[in-house]
């Protein structure tokens, strides 16, 4: 798979409907699907990659039978190339990473892929990992590094995209942190 251009995502309140959108969705665009599940609290969650026309076609038939379950979505039709990574957790920081450590917090995992992107196109940081909605209640997280400033740029853009979305739970800069915190992403 080439790295997809476009993103989008659906995340539904019903899981049996999600299963439908997701044949709807890939039956009705040549779209990669990058993440179709149910989530906590009874939710299904798809995401799928591509070209931005593809992209779209497959978000408006997603959305078409869907009915009233759609709890947020989004299309993201230039996303930043880092996201793709972050977002499969295949980031690897080396043993010494020292950068300082941004999070944001969300309370849908789709709101988590529109700030993580508008961070990646604010700020030079490295988005190391995007977590949506497994084991966190439905919520989305955002874990990124770099120098001082540019974490406080990347958050501040990423929380002004959640807070827009009326779904920002946290956005918290740590300039120096212990190397305990980054040991799981080390």
């Known amino acids: 798979m080439s790295t997809p251009r476009a993103i989008g995502a ?3 309140s019903s899981v049996g409907i999600g299963y439908q959108v997701e044949d709807a969705m890939l039956k009705a665009a040549s779209v990669d699907l990058l993440i179709a599940r149910t989530i906590c609290s009874g939710k299904y969650l798809i995401v799928v990659g591509g070209g931005v026309s ?16 759609v709890i947020d979505h989004l299309l993201i039709p230039n996303v930043h190339e880092s996201v793709f990574p972050a977002l499969g957790q295949s980031v690897v920081l080396g043993r010494d990473y020292t950068g300082a450590l941004g999070v944001i917090e969300t309370f849908s995992g789709t709101s988590a892929l529109a700030a993580a992107d508008a961070a990646a196109k604010a700020a030079r940081v490295t988005l190391f990992r995007i977590h949506v909605a497994m084991a966190l209640g ?16 990347g958050v501040q853009a990423a929380a002004d995209e959640a807070r827009s ?20 992403y080390l």
Not at 138 to 153: E, F, P, Q, S, Y
Request: net charge negative; proline share 4%; charged share 20%.
């Open 10 to 12: 659906i995340e539904l």
């Open 54 to 69: 593809q992209v779209q076609s497959s978000i408006q038939a997603g959305l078409s039978d869907a009915s009233d379950s």
């Open 138 to 153: 439905g919520k989305g997280l955002i874990l990124m590094t770099g120098g001082v400033a540019d974490v406080r740029a």
């Open 165 to 184: 979305r009326g779904l920002l739970v946290s956005e918290v800069v740590i300039p120096r942190p212990s190397r305990e915190l980054f040991a799981d």
